[in-house]
């Protein structure tokens, strides 16, 4: 699976985003998928995953209610729709995918992953 996202850029604080992540390979329907970012200084965490199916979700507590993740299987796509954003949250943000992942499973650990994007810096101006 390769995976490319995009969509990052430079927004004001209380801003909107939406990144995509665009998977090739027949796997992406068997995977589960996860959002990740990773601050200047900081280790990379968590932000959202979201199930096979797109029927389960799972959210980072800090963007609980603002940030929405979903995923269309038949353009092998997944993406993160991120409002009200916080100048803290200026990060590389990274997809990567779990094709081990059983249908309702939404991984929260990076070591559950196999694959991995480049990255789209989110930039959030105070």
């Known amino acids: 699976v390769q995976l490319q996202a995009s969509g990052g850029g430079l927004v004001q604080a209380g801003g909107s985003l939406r990144l995509s992540c665009a998977a090739s390979?027949?796997?992406?329907?068997?995977?589960?998928m996860g959002w990740f970012r990773q601050a200047p200084g900081k280790e990379r965490e968590i932000v959202a995953a979201?199930?096979?199916?797109?029927?389960?979700?799972y959210y980072a507590d800090s963007v609980k209610g603002r940030f929405t993740a979903s995923r269309d299987n038949a353009k092998n796509t997944v993406y993160l729709q991120m409002n009200n954003l916080k100048p803290e949250e200026t990060a590389v943000y990274y997809c990567?995918?779990?094709?081990?992942?059983?249908?309702?499973?939404?991984?929260?650990?990076?070591?559950?992953?196999?694959?991995w994007g480049q990255g789209t810096l989110v930039t959030v101006s105070s």
């Open positions: 979201i199930s096979r199916s797109g029927l389960s979700t």
């Open positions: 390979g027949r796997t992406f329907s068997r995977s589960a």
């Open positions: 990567a995918a779990d094709p081990q992942a059983i249908l309702t499973s939404v991984p929260k650990f990076a070591t559950s992953y196999d694959y």
